[in-house]
């Protein structure tokens, strides 16, 4: 806030006045001109403001016409929660998720330049879980905007609940579901494409496939090969032209099994859409500060139409 000019130095005086803090006038209460007029009106009737900062998107979507809120903060939340559940659309069935309501939470995504994403060893809930930060980041770069997550292989639920919080629909399905809103899905049996085509209408953004290992499953690499090839056949059609899929591998295993998870990828792709040759759009290397855990993350972009004609 520059006072060396009149304008300023009367801003300044105002501010004073209404006991404002400069630095949170310049980071965040002067971008309120630029909402519309339906978070106005919720901030002129009592909204909580850092509920209403980070709602530029739904706000853009029409999502907040109709909507009242009143109470605390946490209430507030609630009740945004509820609304924008009825808002979304969302299939009723279990494994769906609706998008959560905005938390103001900085979302962390590593810099495309960086070689290895490093996390904090701590927050992961369970063994072989993916890290929030990773999870949270992987969404953001390939999902931009909202859309559809899709976790097929969802353990303990991270990948579909920070797709929620991130604002997109999510699916969760585990052949062992953890969580009561986990759908129980069997992929060697199931066709992921036409469960979300014919029944739900609806295709991913993004499919993560986190897989246990070939000792978890204590097959052999030539076994393991043809198990993870039905798998991804049963995955494919669930995701959208020019969506991606991320291929989650532990850094712990021996290179022969990276090596032969990603031809199992390439390979699953050029097949299912008739392609000359297939190579990844990205490898990713996800890492715990302390070493004691990692990932390899490949992704592989689902070609558009007639690109692999």
């Known amino acids: 806030m520059k006072a060396d000019t009149p304008a300023g130095a009367e801003a300044v005086r105002v501010l004073d006045e209404l006991n404002i803090g400069h630095t949170q006038y310049a980071l965040h209460l002067r971008y309120i001109a630029r909402w519309g007029s339906e978070r106005r009106r919720l901030l002129a009737n009592g909204a909580n403001f850092q509920l209403m900062e980070g709602l530029g998107r ?16 946490v209430q507030q939340r609630r009740q945004l929660s509820a609304h924008l559940y009825e808002k979304a659309q969302v299939p009723a069935e279990k494994g769906w998720l609706s998008p959560a309501a905005t938390t103001g939470r900085k979302v962390r995504v590593y810099d495309p330049r960086q070689v290895v994403w490093v996390y904090p060893a ?10 929030p930060y990773v999870a949270r980041s992987l969404i953001a770069r390939y999902v931009p905007s909202a859309g559809v997550v899709a976790d097929p292989m969802a353990g303990d639920g991270v ?11 999510a699916w969760a399905s585990d052949i062992e579901p953890s969580k009561p809103y986990i759908a129980e899905l069997d992929l060697r049996t199931n066709d992921l494409g036409e469960l979300f085509g014919e029944r739900n209408q609806t295709v991913a953004d993004l499919l993560v496939a986190h897989p246990p290992t070939p000792g978890g499953l204590e097959k052999t690499l030539d076994q393991y090969a043809e198990w993870l090839t039905e798998i991804l056949g049963h995955c494919w059609g669930a995701i959208k032209a020019g969506g991606h899929l991320a291929l989650i591998v532990p850094i712990q295993g021996e290179l022969a099994i990276l090596a032969a998870m990603e031809h199992v990828l390439l390979e699953s792709a050029i097949e299912v859409f008739a392609l000359d ?5 990205a490898v990713h290397i996800a890492a715990a500060r302390n070493g004691s855990e990692g990932w390899h993350i490949l992704v592989f972009q689902v070609p558009t139409f007639g690109e692999g004609e």
């Open 58 to 73: 739904e706000e853009a979507k029409g999502l907040l016409v109709g909507l009242d809120l009143s109470g605390t903060k």
């Open 122 to 131: 701590e927050e992961v809930d369970f063994l072989e879980g993916l890290h």
């Open 159 to 169: 990948v579909p609940m920070m797709a929620t919080e991130l604002g997109h629909v």
């Open 277 to 281: 040759d297939a190579k990844l759009r």
